[in-house]
């Protein structure tokens, strides 16, 4: 079966510092990776998508970037943080030919101080 | 691009009664709306979805509804239990190879005793 592991679950990180979020799928090949924002009470955001390894569409601009340097990895980056960063954050995968199904691991809670 | 609306954010109902959400999307060519469900500081969960050849899909205690003609959707929880509060998306999708899908801003259920 697939598994989906994101780490670390949560984070406290000064304003200023940088930020790497990682993500891995196991149990499939090719998959479509997602990763999501969600602000405190509010909806979910698609950050960022990719379809296959270096393959990146960003969604929405802003202080992050993605980077896929193998198959079932995806990273979230950035060089320094804001306070509006702060969220949780959500990887997410889709299988490439049944793409509708989505599903999410367990989210990093980030907290910008 | 799509714009999904979902009402109401909060409802509160008592243990046995039902409950429905409602969503309305904007873009006509949106063929797959899932729902998924997310307990406080969890992942979001898939409970449902149905796509755009059906008119209703039923699960045990939890059935959707869909009328492309409006361009909106339904989820109706029967018999509901505390178990069943929690926050509920509905997201809205034409499939693609990178499955793109926008999410409502979720409603808060809170079954009470």
């Known amino acids: 079966s697939q598994t989906i592991h994101q780490w670390p679950a949560t984070l406290v990180q000064p304003v200023g510092s940088p930020l790497s979020l990682e993500c891995t799928v196991e149990?499939?090949?090719?998959?479509?990776l997602y990763w999501y924002r969600q602000a405190a009470g509010r909806g979910l955001q698609l950050l960022f998508y990719s379809v296959g390894i270096g393959q990146i569409s960003s969604e929405v601009p802003q202080n992050l970037s993605a980077s896929r340097p193998q198959d079932r990895q995806f990273i979230l980056s950035s060089k320094k943080l804001l306070l509006s960063d702060s969220g949780f954050y959500l990887c997410a995968w889709t299988r490439r030919d049944r793409g509708e199904k989505l599903f999410f691991g367990s989210g990093t809670q980030l907290s910008v101080l | 691009g799509e714009n999904v609306e979902q009402h109401p954010s909060t409802l509160s109902v008592q243990e046995g009664d039902s409950a429905v959400i409602k969503c309305t999307y904007s873009d006509s060519a949106s063929n797959y709306f899932p729902w998924y469900k997310q307990e406080l500081g969890k992942r979001p969960q898939l409970i449902i979805d149905?796509?755009?050849?059906?008119g209703e899909k039923k699960d045990q205690r939890i059935a959707v509804t869909l009328n492309k003609t409006a361009k909106h959707f339904s989820l109706h929880i029967t018999e509901t239990q505390p178990e069943d509060s929690a926050v509920y998306f509905c997201?809205?999708?034409?499939?693609?190879?990178?499955?793109?899908?926008?999410f409502g801003t979720g409603t808060r259920l809170q079954v009470t005793l």
């Open positions: 149905i796509r755009s050849n059906v």
């Open positions: 997201a809205a999708s034409s499939t693609g190879t990178a499955s793109k899908l926008t």
């Open positions: 149990g499939t090949s090719n998959p479509n």
